[in-house]
Antibody, heavy 115, light 112 residues
Framework: QVQLVQSGAEVKEPGASVKVSCKAS????????VSWVRQAPGQGLEWMGWISSYNGNANYAQNLQGRVTMTTDTSTSTAYMELRSLRSDDTAMYYC????????WGQGTMVTVSS | DVVMTQSPLSLPVTLGQPASISCRSS???????????LNWFQQRPGQSPRRLIYKVSNRDSGVPDRFSGSGSGTDFTLKISRVEAEDVGVYYC?????????FGQGTKVEIK
């Protein structure tokens, strides 16, 4: 079946970087892009960006420009989201989802930023 | 950015009764290809979001037919014909027409 499986929870200190992976299965990876969405504790959903799995072109949310990089590895059908210069307000559940319309979601990766 | 405004933000409902959530966008969601990329998501407590409806009114696979979506342009509605206990959670609309994609604030559905 179609699914997205994300990497495990992370705890990072302020100023560090985190890289979250999202492995796709059950469909042709290059036929759909990958969106990344985060959710701070008790808050709503925030779109972070989208990457084409076909050619690697990415669009990022303006408030994350310069700190976020999204990539894909077509040989392993895996998408990655790296966030740098972490701050306490980056503490959130991070989700990957299939394509711009987010038809399928991963299980989420909790990233905690704390000293 | 397109602002998505949901109402109400909290919706206490009686089991077996209908429920309705409104979502309004700050500009038209009709894309140049003629499609309207308005999606509805359900997030049950402790779970990932799940898409229920895409392109205004199309139910995703496995979504019960008590869920329906309607609307056009800037005004959209998600209806639950008869609320069941498993429908408790937060519901979000999201537009995928304009960059960046934007979500509504969420509507919390709970049982009275």
């Amino acid at each position: 079946q179609v699914q997205l499986v994300q990497s495990g929870a992370e705890v990072k200190e302020p100023g560090a970087s985190v890289k979250v992976s999202c492995k796709a299965s059950g469909y042709t990876f290059t036929s759909y892009g990958v969106s990344w969405v985060r959710q701070a504790p008790g808050q709503g959903l925030e779109w972070m960006g989208w990457i084409s799995s076909y050619n690697g072109n990415a669009n990022y949310a303006q408030n994350l420009q310069g700190r976020v990089t999204m990539t894909t590895d077509t040989s392993t059908s895996t998408a990655y989201m790296e966030l740098r210069s972490l701050r306490s307000d980056d503490t959130a559940m991070y989700y990957c989802a299939r394509d711009r319309q987010c038809g399928i979601w991963g299980q989420g990766t909790m990233v905690t930023v704390s000293s | 950015d397109v602002v998505m405004t949901q109402s109400p933000l909290s919706l206490p409902v009686t089991l077996g009764q209908p429920a309705s959530i409104s979502c309004r966008s700050s500009q038209s969601l009709v894309y140049t290809d003629g499609n309207t990329y308005l999606n509805w998501f359900q997030q049950r407590p402790g779970q990932s979001p799940r898409r229920l409806i895409y392109k205004v009114s199309n139910r995703d696979s496995g979504v019960p037919d008590r869920f329906s979506g309607s609307g056009s342009g800037t005004d959209f509605t998600l209806k639950i014909s008869r609320v069941e206990a498993e429908d408790v959670g937060v519901y979000y609309c999201m537009q995928g027409t304009h960059w960046p994609q934007t979500f509504g604030q969420g509507t919390k559905v709970e049982i009275k």
